[in-house]
C-alpha cells in the first residue's frame, strides 16, 4: 500500500527561525512529490518535484527530492508569523491515477512572535 | 486563476438527515475529487471522478456516494448523516497532478 509519512506532525519556533519539514513515501510508482500550505481555508500550492536533487525556491521556502532515498525536505528560513499553516505533501503516480493524489498527515507550524 | 467554490462553509444536520456538497470549478478540469480532512489523518480521498457520470472509490467511500452530471460540477452526498462523518470536506480539480482546492466546508452533524 502506498504510503507518505511527514514529520515532525508539529513545531513549535519563534520567528527568524530556520525549520525543516520531512515528507517520506513508500509507493509503488512515482512520478511527482507535490508540497501544499494551508492557513486556514484552501491548501495553496507550494511546489512540484519530479527530478531528484534539484531545489525548487520560492522566496525563503525551498524544497528538494531524494528519490533514491525516497524523501523531501521543506525548508523555510527566517519564519515569519504568517508562515504558521499546515504543511501538506503528496504523492503522484502518474499513468491511469487520473491526478489522484496520496497525501500525508500534515506538519503544524507554529511561528512565535 | 482557477476558481473552485463550495456551496457552504459551515453546515449543522442532524443524524440520518440526507446531506448534500456541491462543488463547482471554473476551468474545464476533467479531474474532481472530495477529501475529508480530519486532525493528525491529513487528507483522506472519499471519492474522485474523471469524466461526467465517472467515479471512482477513493481511501474511505463508506456512507458516502457522488454525483458528477456536468464536468463543472461534483456531489458529495450522505444518504444518511451520522456523528462520525463530522468533519472539514474538501473539494479539489485538476488536469494532471497540481490540484486546485475550494475553501472547504465543516460539517458538524448532531
Known amino acids: 500500500e502506498d504510503k507518505v509519512v511527514q514529520s515532525p506532525l508539529s513545531l513549535v519556533v519563534h520567528e527568524g527561525d530556520t525549520v525543516t519539514l520531512n515528507c517520506s513515501y513508500e509507493?509503488?510508482?512515482?512520478?511527482?512529490l507535490l508540497w501544499y500550505k494551508q492557513e486556514k481555508k484552501a491548501p495553496t500550492f507550494l511546489f512540484m518535484l519530479?527530478?531528484?536533487?534539484i531545489e525548487k525556491k520560492s522566496g525563503r521556502l525551498s524544497s528538494i527530492l531524494d528519490k533514491k532515498e525516497l524523501f523531501s525536505i521543506l525548508n523555510i528560513t527566517a519564519t515569519q508569523t504568517g508562515d504558521s499553516a499546515v504543511y501538506l505533501c503528496a504523492f503522484y503516480a502518474g499513468g491511469t491515477s487520473y491526478g489522484k493524489l496520496t497525501f500525508g498527515q500534515g506538519t503544524i507550524l507554529t511561528v512565535h512572535p | 486563476d482557477v476558481k473552485v467554490t463550495q456551496s457552504s462553509r459551515y453546515l449543522v444536520k442532524r443524524t440520518g438527515e440526507k446531506v448534500f456538497l456541491e462543488c463547482v470549478q471554473d476551468m474545464d478540469h476533467e479531474n474532481m475529487f472530495w477529501y475529508r480532512q480530519d486532525p493528525g489523518l491529513g487528507l483522506r480521498l472519499i471519492y474522485f471522478s474523471y469524466d461526467v457520470k465517472m467515479k471512482e472509490k477513493g481511501d474511505i467511500p463508506e456512507g458516502y456516494s457522488v454525483s458528477r452530471e456536468k464536468k463543472e460540477r461534483f456531489s458529495l452526498i450522505l444518504e444518511s448523516a451520522s456523528t462520525n462523518q463530522t468533519s472539514m470536506y474538501l473539494c479539489?480539480?485538476?488536469?494532471?497532478?497540481?490540484?486546485?482546492f475550494g475553501p472547504g466546508t465543516r460539517l458538524t452533524v448532531l
Open positions: 479539489a480539480s485538476s488536469f494532471t497532478s497540481k490540484q486546485f
Open positions: 509507493v509503488t510508482n512515482f512520478r511527482s
Open positions: 519530479t527530478s531528484s536533487g
